[in-house]
């Protein structure tokens, strides 16, 4: 059975970090790619980076260029994203989301597994 479980979300101050973990099981992370997405209250959900199967091509969202790193430990079945200089706006239930890596880089279109997500809240 196939499975993305989210955990790392909470409460955090403006300018504070955090880091998700998306815990993959059920099929083989290391041929698949997996993206962060997010959604706010009255918003649609949004791309907010990826990276393919190996970790060497990576993208990020204009909006959190600079402040996210997303990688990866396919010997964990893990995928990580670091969260620095947090912003009111980055508010959301952050997912995780999975599809087979056709090899020509990460797009956010197509993901076929996806987590139920955690909450990242970013208030004084």
């Known amino acids: 059975q196939v499975q993305l479980v989210e955990s790392g979300g909470g409460l955090v101050q403006p300018g504070g970090s955090l880091r998700l973990s998306c815990a993959a099981s059920?099929?083989?992370?290391?041929?698949?790619?997996i993206a962060w997405f997010r959604q706010a209250p009255g918003k649609e959900r949004e791309g907010v980076s990826c990276s393919d199967s190996s970790g060497g091509s990576t993208s990020y969202a204009d909006s959190v260029k600079g402040r996210f790193t997303i990688s990866r430990d396919n010997a964990k079945k893990t995928v990580y994203l670091q969260m620095n200089s947090l912003k009111p706006e980055d508010t959301a239930v952050y997912y995780c989301a999975a599809k087979w890596d056709i090899g020509r880089g990460c797009t956010f279109a197509d993901y076929v597994y996806w987590g139920q997500g955690t909450q990242v809240t970013v208030s004084s």
């Open positions: 059920g099929f083989t992370v290391g041929v698949y790619t």
